[in-house]
Nanobody, 124 residues
Framework: QVQLAESGGGSVQAGGSLRLSCEASGRASSSYAMGWFRQAPGKERESVALMSWTGSEIYYSESVKGRFTISRNSRGDEVYLEMNDLRPEDTAVYYC?????????????????WGKGTQVTITA
């Protein structure tokens, strides 16, 4: 089992920035691909930014490309999401995920684990 704990959510005005963090612990947590998903009210959960366990492969959804940056610490057990130029449509609960791997279009493959989520609210 891998446990994931997100932090860094909050409420900011449009155009502002936030940084989310996710700490992984448990069995071989640093050997998983890790990433961020979000779910807005009334919508399905969607992939936002994903990184392979080596860090060599990164995926961004089109809606956040150029504004969000995913990174990982050297131990591989923490992942971050730097979010800039935030928009009201970025409002959602953001979830950290650890997975065996991610597909080229952001799909999860194999064993995976979820954090409890952190609320991000962007006001106009």
């Amino acid at each position: 089992q891998v446990q994931l704990a997100e932090s860094g959510g909050g409420s900011v005005q449009a155009g502002g920035s936030l940084r989310l963090s996710c700490e992984a612990s448990g069995r071989a947590s640093s050997s998983y691909a890790m990433g961020w998903f979000r779910q807005a009210p009334g919508k399905e959960r969607e992939s936002v930014a994903l990184m392979s366990w080596t860090g060599s492969e990164i995926y961004y959804s089109e809606s956040v490309k150029g504004r969000f940056t995913i990174s990982r610490n050297s131990r591989g057990d923490e992942v971050y999401l730097e979010m800039n130029d935030l928009r009201p449509e970025d409002t959602a609960v953001y979830y950290c995920n650890a997975a065996f791997r991610y597909g080229p279009t952001g799909e999860i493959s194999g064993e995976n684990f979820w954090g409890k989520g952190t609320q991000v609210t962007i006001t106009a």
